[in-house]
């Protein structure tokens, strides 16, 4: 049976790795390649790896990088960063990667998407959705380059538009709860979660293994990303990695099956 | 007993060499026809479209070469996701031919034959139900990660090796004599994965 996976989410600033709280703040957690060395041991579902300055500064994925990820990690991953083109993400695919992570290019190259699923399918191209309350009344609305360019688009409206196109998978991110670790946001979920019907991993609040299986319940077959639950320990955001055992999430999972 | 990955340009080339060498089981890359001489054993991995994928496999150059190593000559041959389905003598996805090395289709889960409400693409790790064969010997509970939306179905039932349910049970890995192919990425499945290639290494 399938279960639902368990995602961490590494942001790379400057070639290090770090946490953001609501996009700002970075902290450095590490040296990218020596965590996923210690998630493999952990035998994570999946990883999610998003290079946050690509995009701000117009610069191309580091391929250098995702090619040494891509060897190092055991698990699935995920780039995101400074995609713009098919020829990028043939190249990104061809490295090793199992999947590209699309955001601003949702909006800059709109045909993106369908070009790119006729080279490397449907299962490898994921949008990302980062969505932020706006307005008096805190509706949801998406954001890109680091959450510091409003589009005035909804995220149910672009999730429905990318699985038009023909993405495989939703990553929809709560700039709100990013780092903030008091559980995900379920209204941002619930009207995204009605527009599609695409696998979805959600980021963003998740601040105890806890959230992740109100998460399960709630939801059911769906990607629990998280970044600060994965990288911090206690009160004072002590660098840990660390990462549910075996037995932790069948617990977790239990529950829904 | 060395492994030789073919690279046609897709899929995770280096994911398989880091998992042999981890291992310490040799292991080489072929790029062209010419590095295919003296294989023992073939790992035959892909991601991507079907069509693109028959395309760049074509423009390798490799093609008949590994008609010649996997039919005449009985190599064992471990297809890879796309690399399985390739082996198929048709996809739904596309136009293209395709290897014919174990008779059936690729089809696409449609929603009418699902039985129960199943997003696509199948992403994530499922459990795999395997038949007595030594690819998977020693796997406590098999447990994989997939990502694909189109499944193969053999011809005939005596070339489903495993299984896996998902909305309705399809063929995760395939077999005929030599010819293996998984649905999943042991490549990426931690201890399962290494396994399994491990296994497939000293048939």
């Not at chain 1, 609040?205 to 320990?233: P, T």
């Not at chain 2, 471990?78 to 290897?99: R, T, Y």
Request: with cysteine.
């Amino acid at each position: 049976m399938l279960r639902p996976r368990i995602i961490p989410c590494l942001l790379v600033h400057k070639s290090g790795l770090v946490k953001t709280t609501r996009f700002a703040e970075p902290k450095y957690v590490g040296d990218p390649i020596n965590t996923v060395r210690i998630f493999n041991e952990k035998a994570v579902d999946e990883l999610v790896v998003a290079d946050i300055d690509a995009s701000v500064l117009g610069k191309a994925p580091d391929y250098g990088l995702i090619k040494k990820l891509a060897a190092e990690c055991r698990m699935p991953l995920c780039y995101a960063g400074g995609i713009k083109t098919v020829e990028q993400i043939d190249r990104i695919i061809g490295l090793g990667v199992e999947k590209v992570a699309l955001g601003s290019a949702l909006f800059e190259v709109p045909d993106l998407i369908s070009r790119a699923v006729n080279h490397v399918g449907s299962q490898s191209i994921v949008a990302v959705i980062d969505s932020k309350k706006t307005g008096l009344l805190g509706s949801h609305s998406v954001f890109t380059h680091n959450g510091v360019r409003s589009t005035g688009v909804k995220p149910a409206d672009l999730a429905k538009q990318a699985e038009a196109l023909g993405a495989g998978e939703i990553l929809l991110n709560s700039i709100d709860q990013d780092g903030v670790m008091k559980g995900y946001d379920y209204a941002l979920i619930d009207e995204v979660r009605e527009a599609v019907s695409l696998p979805m991993s959600v980021l963003g609040g998740a601040g105890s293994f806890d959230d992740i299986r109100k998460l399960v319940e709630r939801y059911g077959l769906i990607g629990a990303a998280a970044g600060s639950l994965f990288v911090f320990k206690g009160k004072y955001r002590a660098v840990l990695i660390n990462y549910p055992k075996p037995e932790e999430k069948r617990a977790l999972f239990s529950l829904t099956s | 007993m060395g492994v030789t990955v073919v690279n046609y340009g897709l899929g995770n080339i280096l994911a398989f060499l880091n998992v042999y060498s981890r291992m310490n089981i040799p292991v080489q890359i072929a790029s062209k026809k010419e590095d295919l001489a003296r294989a023992q054993k073939l790992v035959l991995p892909g991601v991507g479209s079907f069509d693109w994928a028959m395309s760049q496999l074509r423009d390798s150059g490799m093609r008949e070469e590994l008609d010649e190593l996997v039919l005449k000559r009985k190599v064992p041959v471990l297809g890879v996701c796309v690399g399985m389905q390739l082996m198929a003598n048709a996809s739904e996805e596309g136009q293209l031919p395709g290897l014919g090395w174990i008779p059936g289709k690729v089809r696409r889960f449609s929603e009418g034959m699902l039985k129960t409400k199943t997003p696509l693409p199948h992403m994530g790790w499922n459990t795999v139900t395997p038949k007595e064969h030594p690819l998977f010997v020693g796997i406590d509970r098999p447990e994989y990660y997939f990502l694909h939306s189109y499944f193969f179905e053999p011809e005939s039932a005596d070339y489903v090796l495993a299984e896996t349910e998902y909305g309705i049970p399809f063929a995760s890995a395939v077999s005929l004599a030599n010819v293996l192919g998984v649905q999943f990425h042991p490549e990426k499945s931690h201890n399962w994965g290494a396994q399994l290639l491990r296994n497939f290494a000293a048939l």
